[in-house]
C-alpha cells in the first residue's frame, strides 16, 4: 500500500469472489489519513459511473491481458497518477509491460511479486493545444550566424579544377548496352568492340557521317542495303556522327 499517500483517492478494483483478504486491504487503505476509497468489481466497472480523470492510484487485483480495461483505467486515472497490477497469471513480464506500454501506459515497473507500475503521462488523454507562429523572429533567430563568429568559409571556385571542368568527349560517353560500361560485351556487335581494339592500337577511326546513300541508315537494319556499313549497328539520329573502324569499311568479298 505504499503507493497510496494522503488525501488521494483511490479505485480498488477486483475479480472473482470476495475474500478475507480483499476486506483486510481495504480497511488498511481507509486508515490513511484523508484517503478516499472506491471498490468495484472489474465486471462491473465502467467509464460512465466514474468519469475521465478521478483516481490518484488504482489497485487492481486483476490480468495484464485485458489491454480493454487497461485502456479504460488510464481514462480513470489523473494525470500522472498510477496503477498497480497484481497479476499472478500473467504469461511473462515482457508481455504484461508490452499490454500497459501500448494501453498508454509510462515508466512500468515489474517486480519478482508480479506486481506492475504504470504511470499516466502529465497530460490528460485526448488533449490538444494550440501552436501559435505569429512570432517569427525567434524562429528565424535561431538559423542567424552571429556576425562576431569567424567561420572559415571555402571559395566555390576552388572546388573544381581545369581538368574537372573538361567537356567530356561523345566516345568517352559511350557504353556497351549489356554491360553498362565502355566495355564491349562478348558477342559485341554494335561496333564498340572494334572502336575500343582500334584506340588500344593507335588507329584513328574513320568518321562516315557523309556516307549513306538512301538516307535511310539511321532508322536500322530493316532500312539498310546489304552492302551499308552500319549493318549491325543500333539505330541513330539523323546526322549523329557515327565512327567506324577500318574493318567495318572492308567489304567481306
Same mark, same amino acid.
Given at each position: 500500500?505504499? *503507493? ?28 490513511? $489519513? ?19 480523470? @478521478? ?13 480493454? =480495461?487497461?485502456?479504460? %483505467? ?10 498497480? *497490477?497484481? #497479476? ?5 513480464? #515482457? @508481455?504484461?509491460?508490452?499490454?500497459? %506500454?501500448?494501453?498508454? *501506459? ?24 494550440? =501552436? ?12 542567424? %550566424? ?21 567537356? $567530356?568527349? !561523345?566516345?568517352? =560517353? ?9 566495355? !564491349?560485351?562478348? #558477342? ?18 574513320? #568518321? ?9 541508315? /539511321? %532508322? ?9 556499313? /552500319? ?23
Amino acid at each position: 500500500m505504499n *503507493f497510496v499517500q494522503q488525501n488521494n483517492h483511490v479505485l480498488y478494483l477486483w475479480g472473482g469472489a470476495v475474500g478475507p483478504e480483499i476486506e483486510k486491504e481495504v480497511n488498511e487503505l481507509k486508515s490513511i $489519513p484523508n484517503v478516499q476509497v472506491n471498490v468495484e468489481n472489474v465486471e462491473r466497472l465502467q467509464l460512465a459511473e466514474y468519469g475521465k480523470s @478521478q483516481f490518484d492510484v488504482i489497485l487492481a487485483k486483476v490480468s495484464t491481458s485485458n489491454t480493454k =480495461l487497461i485502456t479504460l %483505467l488510464v481514462k480513470l486515472l489523473k494525470p500522472k497518477g498510477k496503477v498497480v *497490477f497484481r #497479476d499472478e497469471s500473467a504469461e511473462s513480464v #515482457d @508481455q504484461a509491460r508490452s499490454n500497459l %506500454l501500448l494501453s498508454g *501506459f509510462i515508466n512500468i515497473v515489474a517486480s519478482d511479486n508480479n506486481v506492475y507500475v504504470g504511470e499516466k503521462p502529465d497530460y490528460e488523454i485526448g488533449s490538444k493545444a494550440k =501552436l501559435s507562429f505569429a512570432n517569427k523572429s525567434n524562429v528565424a533567430a535561431v538559423w542567424k %550566424l552571429d556576425d562576431n563568429d569567424e567561420e572559415e568559409r571555402i571559395d566555390d571556385e576552388e572546388l573544381l579544377d581545369e581538368d574537372d571542368k573538361a567537356k $567530356p568527349t !561523345a566516345e568517352s =560517353l559511350r557504353v556497351c548496352g549489356t554491360t553498362g560500361k565502355r566495355k !564491349a560485351c562478348k #558477342d559485341c556487335s554494335c561496333g564498340l568492340a572494334e572502336e575500343l581494339d582500334a584506340e588500344a592500337k593507335g588507329k584513328a577511326l574513320t #568518321d562516315t557521317t557523309t556516307k549513306s546513300s538512301c538516307g535511310s541508315c /539511321y %532508322l536500322g537494319d530493316a532500312f539498310r542495303c546489304a552492302t551499308c556499313p /552500319y549493318l549491325g549497328m543500333p539505330a541513330f539520329k539523323p546526322g549523329e556522327k557515327i565512327l567506324l573502324t577500318d574493318t567495318q569499311m572492308r567489304a567481306d568479298i
